[in-house]
T-cell receptor
Framework: AQSVTQLDSQVPVFEEAPVELRCNYS??????LFWYVQYPNQGLQLLLK??????LVKGINGFEAEFNKSQTSFHLRKPSVHISDTAEYFC????????????????FGQGTTLQVKP | GAVVSQHPSWVICKSGTSVKIECRSL??????MFWYRQFPKQSLMLMAT?????????EQGVEKDKFLINHASLTLSTLTVTSAHPEDSSFYIC????????????FGPGTRLTVT
C-alpha cells in the first residue's frame, strides 16, 4: 500500500519569494511521483512528474521538484512565486509496476494551499 | 495535448432524483477512467476505477448501487448518482488514462453537483 503526506496544509508567501511545498511518501513498491495544481472550481493540471532518471525534474510555470529516494520525498520548489501561483497543490504517487493488476490509480496527499501575498 | 471533458460542469437537482455526469477523452483512447469526489478544502477521494467493457471497481465504502458507473466505449464513461441526497453534493472529477501512456492520467474540469 502507498500513502502520501503533505506536511503543510497552508503555505503563505510573499510575491517574488521562493517557496517549497513538502511531500513525503510511503510505499513498498517503486512508484511514479506527480505534482498537480488545482485552481478554484477546476480540475487538476499536471505540474511535473518523476518517472526515472535524473532526480531533479522541471515542470511548467517555473516549478521543479527533486526526488530523494533515501528520504522518500518529492518536494516542490519555485525560486520566485507570482500572485497567479495561488492555488491548491497536490502530490501523488502511483505504482510503477506494469503488471496486469496495476490499474495505475493515483494516491493523493491532503493538499497544500499556496497563498501568495502582494 | 490530451484533453478530458466533463458534462455538465455544474448541475442542481432535487433530492430523490438521479443525475448523470459524462466524462470524455477527446483526443485519445482511454481503457481506464477514474472517478473522484472532492469536498471543499479537501483532497480527491477515489470512488471507482472504470474499465472499458467491464464492471467498475469501487473503493471501499463507496455504494455501487448509488453511484452507477458505465464505461461504454474507449472515450466515454458516465457516473450516475441515483436517488440523490443533499449529502451527495460535491465536486466530482474524472480522469482518463491513455492506453499508450500508462503512467499518466489526464483530468477533467470537474462537475459541481448541488442537491437541494
Amino acid at each position: 500500500a502507498q500513502s502520501v503526506t503533505q506536511l503543510d496544509s497552508q503555505v503563505p508567501v510573499f510575491e517574488e519569494a521562493p517557496v517549497e511545498l513538502r511531500c513525503n511518501y510511503s510505499s513498498s513498491v517503486s512508484v511514479y511521483l506527480f505534482w498537480y495544481v488545482q485552481y478554484p472550481n477546476q480540475g487538476l493540471q499536471l505540474l511535473l512528474k518523476y518517472l526515472s532518471g535524473s532526480t531533479l525534474v522541471k515542470g511548467i510555470n517555473g516549478f521543479e521538484a527533486e526526488f530523494n529516494k533515501s528520504q522518500t520525498s518529492f518536494h516542490l520548489r519555485k525560486p520566485s512565486v507570482h500572485i497567479s501561483d495561488t492555488a491548491e497543490y497536490f502530490c501523488a504517487v502511483s505504482d510503477r509496476n506494469s503488471g496486469s493488476g496495476n490499474t495505475g490509480k493515483l494516491i493523493f496527499g491532503q493538499g497544500t494551499t499556496l497563498q501568495v501575498k502582494p | 495535448g490530451a484533453v478530458v471533458s466533463q458534462h455538465p460542469s455544474w448541475v442542481i437537482c432535487k433530492s430523490g432524483t438521479s443525475v448523470k455526469i459524462e466524462c470524455r477523452s477527446l483526443d485519445f483512447q482511454a481503457t481506464t477512467m477514474f472517478w473522484y469526489r472532492q469536498f471543499p478544502k479537501q483532497s480527491l477521494m477515489l470512488m471507482a476505477t472504470s474499465n472499458e467493457g467491464s464492471k467498475a471497481t469501487y473503493e471501499q465504502g463507496v455504494e455501487k448501487d448509488k453511484f452507477l458507473i458505465n464505461h461504454a466505449s474507449l472515450t466515454l464513461s458516465t457516473l450516475t448518482v441515483t436517488s440523490a441526497h443533499p449529502e451527495d453534493s460535491s465536486f466530482y472529477i474524472c480522469s482518463a488514462r491513455d492506453r499508450r501512456v500508462s503512467y499518466e492520467q489526464y483530468f477533467g474540469p470537474g462537475t459541481r453537483l448541488t442537491v437541494t
